[in-house]
Nanobody
Framework: VQLQASGGGLVQAGGSLRLSCAAS????????VAWFRQAPGKGREFVAA????????YYADSVKGRFTISTDNAKNMVYLQMNSLKPEDAAVYYC???????????????????????WGQGTQVTVSS
């Protein structure tokens, strides 16, 4: 599975951006796709997750109510709509997908970086204050 993230850019605080992630190769609607982000000097952190088939969504507390993750399973696309952006949202955003093999039940594992085996190249989001 190859993932290609896009849609990043420069936005003023309070503005919006929509990130996209295109998947190619074999995916399963059962698998989970997620967004993570990494700011300079910090570790990669979970942002949001959803199954490729849609359904329940999971968010980091820091983005709840502002970000929305969605999928278009037919197009193998996942989106992250980001509203009310803050300077602390600035980071490189990565999309990631798992392979279905986990030692813990869903959705306990969705927040962990190491549970995802396929990663996109990242797209930069910059938020000016």
């Amino acid at each position: 599975v190859q993932l290609q993230a896009s849609g990043g850019g420069l936005v003023q605080a309070g503005g919006s951006l929509r990130l996209s992630c295109a998947a190619s190769g074999r995916t399963s609607s059962y698998y989970v796709v997620a967004w993570f982000r990494q700011a300079p000097g910090k570790g990669r952190e979970f942002v949001a997750a959803i199954r490729w088939s849609g359904g329940s969504t999971y968010y980091a507390d820091s983005v709840k109510g502002r970000f929305t993750i969605s999928t278009d399973n037919a197009k193998n696309m996942v989106y992250l709509q980001m509203n009310s952006l803050k300077p602390e949202d600035a980071a490189v955003y990565y999309c990631a997908s798992d392979s279905g093999a986990h030692s813990r039940p869903f959705p306990v594992w969705v927040f962990a970086t190491y549970e995802y085996v396929y990663w996109g190249q990242g797209t930069q989001v910059t938020v000016s204050s």
